[in-house]
């Protein structure tokens, strides 16, 4: 076994124990939860690595339940729908989905979408944390801090800074970085990644400087000779 936890909300038993069989074959520890209440109790007891979530859930929905966990955590989350509407997609993303699925799907390719987020994770966990310019991430915990405490990002907005440092003084296209963020799947377009360059600057003013702009191409993270980096 492979020791990652996979809790799967979905109130479809079938379809449900279809994810579990295919899971259990590739080694995951399987929880489930066959409604949005049970989905939030599973994730605070047992904190799963991943989560494969329904849009429509009895008791609480798949939305209520996403927002409610992006609270608190930056868990992985794959959200199944039966709607294909742009709209809905967009509202997943801003309440922090990862992927979407949309019913019907191949339950291979959700596997494979699956592994892709959680080796994507796994590299960016190679650091505990890193420090720069008065700046802190921990990478266990999600959580970026300054001198004035927690700085609240989203969970895209975080993903985009750890990719940005982590490739530091590479040059950025915006579509490398869609597509290293938001997925090659996702419908949205390049203006994502500036609107969530602009965040960044904003909520993290003491390295707005690093994030440069580069021309017609896209961004980079550059590391001054008087700055101070760390990884922990």
């Known amino acids: 076994m492979n020791g990652i936890k996979v809790l799967v909300v979905e109130d ?3 379809l449900r124990n279809i994810i579990k069989k295919y899971l259990s074959f590739e080694g995951y520890t399987i929880l489930e939860a066959e409604n949005g209440e049970e989905a939030i109790h599973n994730w605070q007891i047992h904190h799963p690595d991943i989560i494969i979530l329904d849009a429509m859930l009895p008791l609480m929905d798949g939305w209520e339940v996403c927002r409610f966990i992006r609270r608190d955590s930056h868990v992985p989350i794959i959200m199944l729908t039966a709607c294909s509407q742009e709209d809905d997609k967009i509202r997943g993303f801003e ?9 019907p799907f191949s339950t291979k390719e959700l596997i494979a979408r699956m592994k892709s987020i959680l080796r994507k994770n796994e590299k960016i966990s190679i650091h505990n944390e890193y420090s720069i310019n008065g700046l802190t991430i921990y990478i266990k915990s999600h959580k970026v801090v300054n001198k004035n405490g927690e700085v609240r990002l989203t969970p895209k907005e975080y993903e985009l800074l750890i990719y940005l440092i982590n490739n530091r003084s590479i040059v950025l296209s915006r579509d490398i970085i869609l597509n290293a963020i938001w997925g090659r ?3 949205g377009d390049l203006r994502t990644v500036d609107t969530h360059i602009k965040m960044l600057r904003q909520k993290l003013s003491m390295i707005k400087n690093n994030i440069q702009t580069i021309r017609g191409t896209g961004y980079k993270f550059e590391v001054f000779n008087d700055d101070q980096v760390t990884e922990g």
């Open 185 to 187: 799947e996702y419908e």
């Open 95 to 103: 309440y922090g989905v990862d992927q979407y699925m949309t019913k």
């Open 12 to 14: 479809e038993e079938r």
